[in-house]
Each structure stands twice: as structure tokens, then as C-alpha cells.
């Protein structure tokens, strides 16, 4: 019996079930020494006589069940590239969903999806997929698939009187994987059939074992002998044209251009190192970030959207929980132009994987930031881990030096066959200035959690605690700290995610907390968390939850912006969402969301999410959002209040009295009673000057329309427009001082406003074409009219129009000035 026959036999019959847990299904590459044509045909001899992987079973929607349609994946592997052929069959093929779409975007169409875990490390995979209509998708697959990462390959669709082929070639400089002789790889194989809403998985990942990770799971890809790849070497230059309008003196435009130039390098200095180095990196075909209404004590934290950082984020991630991190991206270039980056990645033999990033950014060349990160994890056993990080951010400005370090160790624990986790990590922060030594400080945090991941019923315990100069904030993102926390949750997939009744699977979660801080031990509430999901036999998802805070009392410390603890109101917040039949080429998301404290605020929040593929080329989506907050009891500012001689004078400015000087004051005629009222205030240190927190009655209105439009003429040249309109306003009344943490008093005829408003609309337009693999052209049009107003404090006469209600302010968009940048962006990538 050949070679060839016992591999087939092995492929057909030797692997282990799809659905057994403890024996990872097997598929048996077999190498290629011709010259493999990808044309969607398989017509080489070599693909008649692999092994084949077959006997696919439904993820979604009835997990575990026989598919509706017959899938077939084979697998060659040649010198340079490993090649898969895949043949979905189709009892009716002209049923089959051909929408065209954007690279890299996963659209309402049948797709394949291969997944390759090269180090099996079952921790990760990279993921390469085509649809019906020949776009492709790559990404990175951990618990979920970021499509960030792009390589460079091949694919061939065909349709035939069956169904549809797909084809591809991915070169080994593309993977990563080790120097063995002989090498197994994690593999899996998914299929996406719309009109059914199924996927179909080779190594089935049950809903019960994806919180241990879906990689974990996957199937082994066996027979692969003396792989001797060529290293990756990609040379991308790039140059970029603008112009720029905006408005110079009133009714006149000034017009600005420029021209640029700057390049990407990577090289693969072995199959597992690659390094990455970015000259005067460019982003402006990236999407600008959206507007929000922003009014707590928090930051607000965008998402990552530049290709550059984006690509392998994963590998650079310290999570500090609640979507804190050590290292965050988006401060490299938030306030100067970006010089230069590079990236150092990769794993060795031994499952130590790392990763390295530097930037500097200044302008016009001159550097005076720098942020770096190095990253280290190493495998243990099969599942566990444990590693470090240490970050820097290095500022040298005239007057204001700062040297800013991070460092870390964590560690992700597995057990009985994981099942059981015990993660966490320890931390500490140094910030050192060199002119005001005085501010500087260090700080430490650390946080340990106990947890079951697998099965039907999953439940843990967290014990967190970040001190009150723990600040990561220069190189990471941290919204808050000086806390000592627990929490605990518990969550069931109800009949182990399996269909029931008219369900075809239902969950629910529960979720608690209690803190208090670190510093003084201040009590700072108790909430929890109770929510579900089910989605019914007719493909309708729907979701709702209740969330509760400071359910028995506790104090809000990070509300008056320093200024001390506030007793917060208990809050109830309720939300519920319906999305319509998945299976149709449209769908409809409404939500609700309500929020009431006991102080009588209210919040109502209405949201309409829709979804339309229009055409095979043309696909939509919009969203509406309306919300209205009335009465809310909430922070308005910080103010100075003078006592000289019985008259009362306040801060013509919200600033503490060491920034005020003797003509920085006005006169306060307001309640007779305000000598009572502050009469158990402190002074601010040595003066004669109370400094404290000022509350209102906030109403707010706002609106949020967003647009996004992609017409696709060719998996390679597409259309993008995107286009928001948002519009925001807000006063307060019934103004009130707090005089201790428990006692807001208030005060009659106050003499400053808070009101304000918010106006803004965008659009931006993205034509693109890749013109050759990894080679694109992008013509780029911007489009912004945005204007912030705020009332002047003592201005009692101007009217915002708040009484005109949410859509009030939706004309006036359209009369702030606009700014324009137009774009013409060409890069080139050089492959060895």
C-alpha cells in the first residue's frame, strides 16, 4: 500500500471525534513538490491523494448537531508555503451568499476560515479567511478574532455546480512557528453559512470550554518535516499629498498644502522574530474618532485604529482589570507628530514569547517624548503562563522633565485540565520630575483571582487593590485608583448552551462588588450586576440586565475632582435590547436603557441599530441614539469663596485660591444663610478662602446619528463613507455646596452657569485600492464642523435653546465652519 493511501486512510478514520475533549482531532498535511496553481480548481495530482478533514459539526445556532451542508479541507505543504483546499458543497448553490466587501471585513456572506496555532501553544492562532465572493480576512485569533494583523497571500474562489472552492497559499514567512524537524501545528477549519445562521467548526469549541480559550481546543495538524522557510522581508514606502481648509478671518478660507513621505520595513530575522520598524508613520486614511459626551471624573479612552500599533497589540497587553492596561498605544503621537517606531517580536523554542516598542515623537523632528515596552510571557504546560512587563515614558520639554516607569508580573494559572484558573498580577509605578521634585511618587497595585472557566455553571472571586499614587497614566491607561476591591461572579448556559424548548440557548450572569480606599479605609458602596441572554428558534437575540450601585450607602471619591469624598445616591440602571433574524440580509437592533437614583435624577437612553446588504456590492449600517438625563444630582465645579469683612466674594475662575489673586474675585450676593452654610468648612490652607465642590440639578439632552456606507466594485477596490452627527447640550440648576461628604446645602440665587453645548459633524471618505498584494492606494477625504460652547459663568442673558429639545441644535451643524483635508496616499511593498 503507497504512502499516499495510508495517509488518506489515516485522514478518514484515524482522527478522534470532533466532540471528544481529551483527544484533539488529528489531520496529516502531506508535502508537495509541484507547482501548485491557485486558481480554485485543485486539479494538481498532489490534491487528490491528501488526507482530507471532513465531519464538521454546528457552533452556532445548535451547537453539536450534523451540518446542513458537506465541507471538505485538505492541506499540502510545499519549500515556502503551506497550501489549503477547501470544497464546501451546497445543495443549492444558488443560495449561496457572494457579498463583496472590504478587506479584512466580515460581512454577511459564506466563508472559510483556516486557523494555524504554529507553535502549538494553544494560545493563539493565526487566522486566514475568504468568502464566497473571493474578499479576504486575516487576523489573530485568541479568544476572539482581531482582525488587525494582515499578512500577505494568495486565494482563488470558485463556484461550481455543488458549491464553492476555495484555494489558498500562505507563505511560511507569513507564520510563526518553530526550527524542529518535525513539527505539529494547532489547525482548525470554520465555515460560515448565512442563510442557515450556521457555523460549522472541524475541532469543535463547545460555548462551556471558550472561557478557558478557544485555541486550546483546536485540532493538530501533523507531518510536517524540514521546513526551511525565507525569511519575510517587506519594504513599504509611502508618500502622501494634503490639502488643507479652514477658516482664517471671518467669511474667508485659508488653504494649506503638504507633502510627505516615509516608510515600513519588516523583516523576519527567523520563522519565529520579526522586526518592525515605522520612518514618519502617516494614518489618515484611519477613521477620526467619534464624538461623545464625556461628563464624569474619567478619561475617555479611544480605541486603537493605527495599523502600525494595532498589528500584534495583543502581544504588549497588561491588563490591570475594567479595561485598564500598562502600556497604551494611543499616547504615542496624542499630543506630537510621531518620528519613528519599531517592534522586536517573537518566541523561541522554549515557549518564551516577547515583544519590544519604542517611539519617539516631536516636532518637526525634534524629538522630546519617547515610550517604550518590553513584554515577556512564558508557557507552562499546556495552558498556564506567567510573565512581565516594564514600561517607559521619557519627557524633556523646557521647564518640565519626566521620567515615568512601570513594571509588572502576572500570571495565569491552570488547572485540572482547564478548568480552573488562578490569574493576577503585582504592579508598581515611579514617576520622577526633574524641576518639581515634590510631585513625584511611586505606587503599587496588585490583584489576584480565583476562578472556574469551564462547564456549565462558571463562577470566580477577585481581590484587587491599587494604592492612591499608583499612576501608569503616561504610557498606560488607568481610569481610576486608590481602591481595595472584591468581586465575585457566577454564569450559567442554561441545558449546557443546547437548545431548549423555544430557545435555541439561553445564559445568565451575576455579578458583585464592594470597595473601599486604599488611603483612608473610606467605605465606597456595594452594587451588583444581573443580566441574561437568549436567543429563540426564529434567530431573534435578546438581552437585559439591571445594574445597582451603592446599594447600601457609600461615598463617591473621584466625583469632586479632589476635593473629598460625596455620600453618592443609590442608582439603578436597566437595560434590554432585541436584534432581529440573523439569517436576513438586513437586521434591527433597538435598545433601551434607564437609569433613576434615589435623589430623583433620571436618565432615559434610545438606540436604533440597523444593518442592510443592500446588494452584492453595496452594504449599509446606521445607528440613532437619543438621550435625555433630567434632574441628576452632579459635580458643576470647584470654587474659591472669600469671607473679607462679611461680604462674600467668589473666584471669577473654577480654580483653588493659590491660583487667584486679590482682583480675581466678584462679589457673591447670594442666601443670606451662606456664613451658616460654610460656617463648619475648613479654609483653604493659610487663607481666609474656603475652597469647595458645587453641585446642580444637570438636565443634558443628546443625539447621535451614525452612518457608515462601503461599496465594494472588487475584493480589491472598495468605497468607504462614514458620517456622524452629533449634537449634545446641558444646563444646571438648583445649585448646592458641600460642606462634608454627607451634606449637600442649598444655596439660592448662585451668579454662575454651567450651561453648555456641543456640535459636531463628520464624515470621512475612503476610496481604496490594492492595487497588488500588499500595495495600496487611498484617496482620502476628511470632512469636520465642530464647535464646543460653554456660557460664560456670569452671563444670566444668553439662551443655549435647551427648551427646544434634542433636535434643536441639528441645523447648526450645518452652519459651523468646516475644516477639509484632502488626502492622496500611495505605498508600495517590496516582497523577498
Do not use: C
Not at 21 to 44: C, F, H, K, M, W
Not at 345 to 364: E, Q, W
Not at 595 to 615: A, I, M, Q, R
Amino acid at each position: 500500500m503507497t504512502l499516499s493511501a495510508l495517509i488518506l486512510i489515516a485522514g478518514i478514520f484515524g482522527s478522534p471525534s470532533p466532540d471528544d475533549p481529551e483527544n484533539p482531532r488529528v489531520l496529516i498535511a502531506q508535502r508537495t513538490d509541484q507547482d501548485i496553481s491557485i486558481d480554485g480548481y485543485l486539479s494538481e495530482a498532489d490534491w487528490q491523494t491528501a488526507a482530507f478533514a471532513s465531519d464538521f459539526l454546528q457552533s452556532e445556532p445548535r451547537e453539536g448537531q450534523a451540518p446542513s451542508q458537506r465541507t471538505e479541507v485538505r492541506m499540502l505543504y510545499g519549500n515556502n508555503s503551506i497550501y489549503i483546499g477547501a470544497k464546501m458543497f451546497d445543495t443549492e448553490p444558488d443560495k449561496i451568499w457572494r457579498t463583496l466587501g472590504r478587506r479584512d471585513s466580515f460581512n454577511k456572506a459564506d466563508w472559510f476560515f483556516v486557523s494555524i496555532d504554529g507553535y502549538l501553544n494553544r494560545k493563539e492562532a493565526f487566522t486566514f479567511a475568504v468568502n464566497a465572493a473571493g474578499v479576504q480576512l486575516d487576523g489573530i485569533t485568541t479568544r476572539e478574532l482581531n482582525s488587525s494583523w494582515n499578512a500577505v497571500w494568495d486565494s482563488a474562489v470558485r463556484m461550481t455546480a455543488d458549491g464553492w472552492v476555495v484555494e489558498m497559499r500562505i507563505p511560511y514567512s507569513m507564520l510563526r512557528f518553530s526550527e524542529a524537524r518535525e513539527q505539529s501545528w494547532g489547525i482548525n477549519f470554520q465555515r460560515v453559512i448565512p442563510r442557515t445562521s450556521e457555523t460549522l467548526e472541524w475541532a469543535l469549541v463547545r460555548r462551556t470550554e471558550r472561557e478557558g480559550g478557544v485555541v486550546a481546543k483546536y485540532g493538530e495538524l501533523q507531518g510536517l518535516e524540514q521546513l526551511a522557510p525565507r525569511r519575510n522581508l517587506q519594504f513599504t514606502p509611502y508618500t502622501v499629498s494634503r490639502v488643507m481648509t479652514e477658516e482664517g478671518a471671518p467669511g474667508e478660507v485659508n488653504a494649506f498644502t503638504d507633502a510627505d513621505f516615509g516608510a515600513d520595513l519588516k523583516i523576519g530575522l527567523s520563522s519565529n522574530m520579526t522586526l518592525d520598524v515605522a520612518i514618519n508613520p502617516d494614518f489618515g486614511q484611519v477613521d477620526s474618532d467619534p464624538a461623545q459626551l464625556n461628563l464624569s471624573a474619567f478619561e475617555t479612552f479611544n480605541r486603537e485604529r493605527r495599523p502600525f500599533f494595532v498589528e500584534g497589540s495583543s502581544t504588549y497587553n497588561f491588563s490591570l482589570g475594567t479595561g485598564s492596561s500598562l502600556f497604551y498605544t494611543r499616547r504615542i503621537g496624542s499630543t506630537d507628530a510621531i518620528i519613528g517606531a519599531t517592534k522586536l517580536s517573537g518566541r523561541t523554542d522554549g515557549g518564551l514569547s516577547f515583544g519590544v516598542i519604542s517611539a519617539a515623537t516631536g516636532a518637526r523632528f525634534n524629538p522630546n517624548r519617547y515610550y517604550g515596552a518590553t513584554r515577556i510571557r512564558q508557557d507552562v504546560g499546556k495552558y498556564s503562563s506567567f510573565g512581565g512587563i516594564v514600561t517607559l515614558y521619557n519627557r524633556n520639554l523646557p521647564g518640565d522633565g519626566l521620567t515615568s516607569v512601570t513594571g509588572g508580573v502576572d500570571w495565569d494559572m491552570r488547572l485540572d485540565n482547564n478548568t480552573y484558573k488562578i490569574s493576577g498580577y503585582a504592579s508598581l509605578s515611579d514617576r520622577r520630575f526633574r524641576e518639581q521634585s515634590s510631585l513625584s511618587a511611586r505606587g503599587y497595585a496588585a490583584s489576584t483571582e480565583l476562578e472556574r472557566i469551564r462547564g456549565d455553571w462558571t463562577y470566580g472571586i477577585t481581590f484587587t487593590g491599587i494604592d492612591d499614587t499608583f499612576d501608569p497614566n503616561d504610557a498606560g491607561r488607568l481610569r481610576q485608583n486608590n481602591f481595595l476591591r472584591i468581586s465575585s461572579n457566577l454564569a450559567h448556559q442554561f441545558n449546557g448552551g443546547k437548545a431548549a424548548g423555544p430557545f435555541q440557548r439561553a445564559s445568565a450572569r451575576v455579578w458583585t462588588f464592594s470597595s473601599r480606599t486604599w488611603s483612608e479605609g473610606i467605605y465606597r458602596g456595594t452594587g451588583g450586576f444581573l443580566g441574561g441572554n437568549i436567543v429563540t428558534q426564529s434567530f431573534q437575540n435578546m438581552d437585559a440586565s439591571i445594574f445597582g450601585d451603592y446599594l447600601f450607602g457609600g461615598y463617591d471619591v473621584n466625583e469632586t475632582r479632589g476635593l473629598g469624598a460625596w455620600a453618592a445616591p443609590r442608582e439603578f440602571r436597566i437595560r434590554t435590547s432585541f436584534k432581529t433574524d440573523s439569517r436576513r440580509q438586513w437586521t434591527l437592533k433597538p435598545k433601551i436603557a434607564y437609569t433613576f437614583t434615589e435623589l430623583g435624577g433620571t436618565e432615559l437612553g434610545l438606540d436604533l441599530k440597523g444593518d442592510w446588504d443592500v446588494s452584492t456590492r453595496l452594504s449599509m449600517s446606521a445607528s440613532v441614539g437619543v438621550k435625555r438625563e433630567n434632574n441628576m444630582t452632579a459635580w458643576a465645579s470647584n470654587e474659591s469663596i472669600s469671607d473679607s469683612d462679611g461680604q462674600f466674594l467668589i473666584g471669577e475662575t473654577s480654580t483653588s485660591p493659590s491660583d487667584l489673586g486679590a482682583n480675581d474675585f466678584r462679589e457673591l450676593n447670594i442666601s443670606p444663610n451662606l456664613a451658616g452654610i460654610l460656617a463648619e468648612v475648613p479654609f483653604f490652607e493659610d487663607t481666609d478662602t474656603y475652597y469647595v465642590s458645587v453641585f446642580g440639578e444637570r438636565d443634558t439632552r443628546v443625539l447621535d446619528f451614525t452612518l457608515r456606507s462601503n461599496i465594494t466594485f472588487s475584493p480589491t477596490l472598495s468605497l468607504e463613507i462614514y458620517a456622524q452627527l452629533f449634537t449634545a447640550q446641558g444646563r444646571y440648576n438648583d445649585f448646592s455646596v458641600l460642606t462634608d461628604p454627607d451634606n449637600l446645602v442649598p444655596i439660592d440665587n448662585y451668579p454662575k452657569r454651567r450651561d453648555f453645548t456641543s456640535t459636531s459633524f463628520q464624515t470621512n471618505t475612503v476610496f481604496r485600492w490594492e492595487y497588488r498584494p500588499g500595495s495600496t492606494l487611498f484617496v482620502v477625504w476628511t470632512h469636520a464642523r465642530v464647535e464646543n460652547f460653554s456660557v460664560d459663568p456670569f452671563d444670566q442673558t444668553t439662551n443655549i435653546g435647551f427648551g427646544g429639545g434634542t433636535f434643536s441644535q441639528v441645523p447648526n451643524a450645518f452652519g459651523i465652519f468646516p475644516e477639509n483635508v484632502f488626502l492622496i496616499k500611495l505605498n508600495y511593498t517590496f516582497l523577498r
